[in-house]
């Protein structure tokens, strides 16, 4: 019923989670020159010939200049100390990743969509009415089409009334309940992986908590086996840990956000099509009615 791209949003979703989760932990850390050269600087001028006099001086000038010198280093904690971390450490951020690439997908997808469904809406709008019959007005549609499909089901209803269970149902009901079914299948298509981006949504920020509850508790056993307590030895390892909880709400935040917009437009796309296909219901059922009475009455004049 829709035709979609799907290899392409999925190459779409994993290269724009991949880019952003490059990014939350790529910038570059800074440290302080190195504090030997700058006191290096006073001992090589106290050392000097005492002629030399203004050697100390310019030796005491660059010393400031050398502390205040930054060079940039390499952040030893990040996503590959993370991954070195242990096989928890790991599965927690694959299946972050996995969250991460399955939700830009189906956000991806869903769109694409919607904005199908709001064109063949104003194209239904501007050339099924304009036909002289349903099966025309259908064969003026895109195949695919979910309009096409509710109008093709609508009269193959009207067409096919057959079986002896299904003769006790009168044809205008039997028409009736076979396009809300057209019209809860195309709701139930576009409905397809909102619950995963809810699951997402919800459970992202508590498994990044817990790699970063996993990775603290493994950093506090390694200072409490080594007696170590320095602040080199803590923040590093806890800040390392924190990545989790960041990653967990990378992750969550445009689930929710692509949810609950997904939702709203899909309102807006189901209200399109269940005013088509109140009105094919009416046509169809006033064209059978109006069959049915001719024919009831020219069974009359026979009589």
Do not use: C
């Amino acid at each position: 019923m829709f035709k979609n791209t799907r290899l392409s949003a999925l190459l779409a979703a994993v290269l724009f989670s991949v880019s952003a989760a490059s990014a939350l932990v790529s910038a570059p850390a800074y440290a302080d020159a190195p504090a030997s050269a700058a006191a290096s600087a006073p001992a090589a001028a106290a050392s000097a010939p005492a002629a030399d006099a203004a050697a100390p001086a310019d030796a005491a000038a660059a010393a400031p200049a050398a502390k205040a010198e930054k060079v940039e280093a390499e952040n030893p904690y990040g996503f590959s100390a993370v991954w070195e971390g242990g096989i928890v450490s790991r599965g927690t951020l694959i299946i972050l990743s996995l969250m991460s690439m399955g939700s830009w997908y189906i956000i991806i997808t869903k769109l694409i969509d919607q904005m199908k469904i709001f064109k063949q809406s104003k194209e239904a709008s501007a050339k099924f009415w304009k036909a002289p019959s349903i099966a025309a007005g259908s064969a003026s549609l895109k195949d695919g089409s979910p309009f096409r499909f509710i109008a093709e089901t609508g009269t193959k209803a009207t067409q096919h009334h057959d079986g002896a269970l299904l003769e006790q149902i009168d044809l205008s009901s039997w028409v009736t309940m076979q396009i809300q079914r057209s019209v809860e299948k195309v709701q139930s298509r576009l409905q397809d992986g909102l619950s995963f981006l809810a699951t997402v949504g919800s459970t992202a920020p508590f498994i990044g908590l817990f790699g970063t509850v996993w990775g603290i508790y493994n950093a506090l056993t390694n200072i409490g086996m080594t007696g170590n307590a320095s602040i080199d030895k803590v923040a590093g390892p806890v800040g390392e840990a924190l990545i989790m909880t960041a990653f967990g709400l990378f992750v969550a935040v445009p689930a929710v956000l692509g949810y609950n917009w997904l939702v709203r437009r899909n309102k807006s796309a189901m209200e399109d099509v269940r005013s088509f296909s109140a009105d094919v219901h009416s046509v169809l059922v006033s064209g059978v009615m109006t069959t049915a009475n001719a024919a009831a009455a020219g069974s009359k004049k026979v009589g």
